[in-house]
């Protein structure tokens, strides 16, 4: 049986199924975050402590924007908008808005075979560099073997905004050496000074992409919204709706952990337009991004 606590005080909420050996842990306060995640037995998610949530914005949902943007700055519809350069480093405003708000549970259902929770965020100010209002749902969907967030934005503003979504998780291998990456890409991100996108190259992947040791971080441009990691203990398989699909890889210094992130843009997409959408007043768009875990036998 599946069930659900939400400790209000802490912010945090978790999901369980010890019969299944499934268990996920999110932080309300952290932009609704899941720090943890087991589905059939496999820790495929974990806390990446010592390194905070604060450098790493790990599984952090990104939105009105993925990755960076170069000096914050950006034009639309004849206006110029300065978000604040979080990434003070580079100078770059990185991974949106949400990461750090605080989710509220409006729904959660469970049973014998899956568990389910819905979260919002309703932004009612306007924010610098996004003068927008806006609403975000989130809803976590767990079984055994399955994992889907679903992403609904809805532009509760009356004028229209630019956008791109995306989902920063790290997983965990027992020997990311002897890990591979699988996918269809045949173009490939070029990041110049400070990680912003000047172009694109082309790429082979007809065969899977070793780790090996390798220091990741590149973008992909996908032909499908296909990708499996191959462990030595498991294979997941990721899916993406949607049209614009990109891979973001990055392997931070944690051994064995890489973060493997499916997004709609790449860097300074407010600026050079790869992926950006635009939302009208009063419409939605929604996205799902879901996870299939398999024994290595």
């Given at each position: 049986m599946y069930n659900i606590k939400h400790n209000q005080e802490s912010g945090l909420l978790e999901v369980e199924n010890p019969a299944a050996n499934v268990y996920a842990k999110i932080y309300l306060n952290d932009g609704a975050s899941m720090q943890e995640l087991t589905l059939n037995g496999h820790a495929i998610i974990k806390d990446l402590t010592p390194l905070s949530y604060a450098d790493t914005y790990a599984s952090s949902i990104l939105f009105p924007f993925a990755n960076r943007?170069?000096?914050?700055?950006?034009a639309f519809k004849g206006e110029?908008?300065?978000?604040e350069a979080n990434q003070k480093e580079e100078n770059n405003a990185l991974h949106g808005l949400v990461y750090n708000k605080t989710f509220a549970?409006?729904?959660?259902?469970?049973?014998?075979?899956?568990?389910?929770?819905?979260?919002e965020y309703n932004e009612t100010n306007e924010s610098q560099g996004f003068p927008y209002l806006y609403n975000i749902q989130l809803e976590y969907i767990f079984s055994n073997e399955d994992f889907e967030l679903k992403v609904t934005v809805k532009n509760t503003d009356a004028k229209p905004f630019p956008f791109t979504l995306g989902w920063h998780?790290?997983?965990?291998?027992?020997?990311l050496y002897d890990s591979l990456l699988q996918l269809n890409s045949t173009s490939k991100l070029v990041l110049g000074d400070r990680n912003i996108t000047t172009g694109t190259m082309k790429t082979d992947t007809t065969l899977p992409i070793k780790i090996a040791g390798q220091q990741l971080d590149d973008c992909w441009v996908l032909n499908s919204d296909e990708v499996v990691f191959h462990t030595p203990n498991y294979k997941l398989k990721f899916n993406a709706t949607g049209d614009n699909n990109f891979l973001q890889v990055y392997t931070p210094p944690k051994v064995n952990t890489i973060a493997i992130e499916p997004t709609t843009g790449v860097s300074d997409s407010f600026n050079n337009e790869i992926g950006l959408k635009v939302l009208k007043a009063g419409e939605t768009c929604a996205i799902t991004w879901s996870l299939n875990i398999k024994n290595n036998n």
């Open positions: 943007i170069k000096d914050g700055k950006y110029d908008f300065q978000f549970v409006i729904d959660s259902t469970s049973n014998e075979d899956s568990a389910s929770v819905k979260l998780p790290y997983f965990l291998s027992s020997n």
